[in-house]
Nanobody
Framework: VQLQAFGGGLVQAWGSLRLSCAVSGRTVSRISLAWFRQAPGKERDFVAWISQNGAWTSYADSVKGRFTISRDNAKNTVFLQMNSLKPEDTAVYFC?????????????????WGQGTQVTVSS
């Protein structure tokens, strides 16, 4: 499975961005996907997860109500819509995939990773 994340950039506080993760190499409908993020000097943290068919999602408390994860299996793409962005959302955002259709917030349970895209939120 190959993953490529893009869509990051610089945005002012309270602005919005939409990240995309293009998936190839495996039938996308047979993998669940997640977004993680890593701020400078900090560990990589779970952000959101979506099931294989998109019916189930899970979010970190810090982004619940502001971020929305979705997927378009016909286009082999997963999205992360980020609204009401805060400076503390500044990080490199990674998409990750696993063939298991179970909610997981642990990065070591995801064998497939994209290269990351930088999101910077200015105050």
């Amino acid at each position: 499975v190959q993953l490529q994340a893009f869509g990051g950039g610089l945005v002012q506080a309270w602005g919005s961005l939409r990240l995309s993760c293009a998936v190839s190499g495996r039938t996308v409908s047979r993998i669940s996907l997640a977004w993680f993020r890593q701020a400078p000097g900090k560990e990589r943290d779970f952000v959101a997860w979506i099931s294989q068919n998109g019916a189930w999602t899970s979010y970190a408390d810090s982004v619940k109500g502001r971020f929305t994860i979705s997927r378009d299996n016909a286009k082999n793409t997963v999205f992360l819509q980020m609204n009401s962005l805060k400076p503390e959302d500044t990080a490199v955002y990674f998409c990750a995939a696993t063939r298991f259709n179970l909610i997981s917030r642990l990065e070591n349970e995801y064998p497939y990773w994209g290269q990351g895209t930088q999101v910077t939120v200015s105050s």
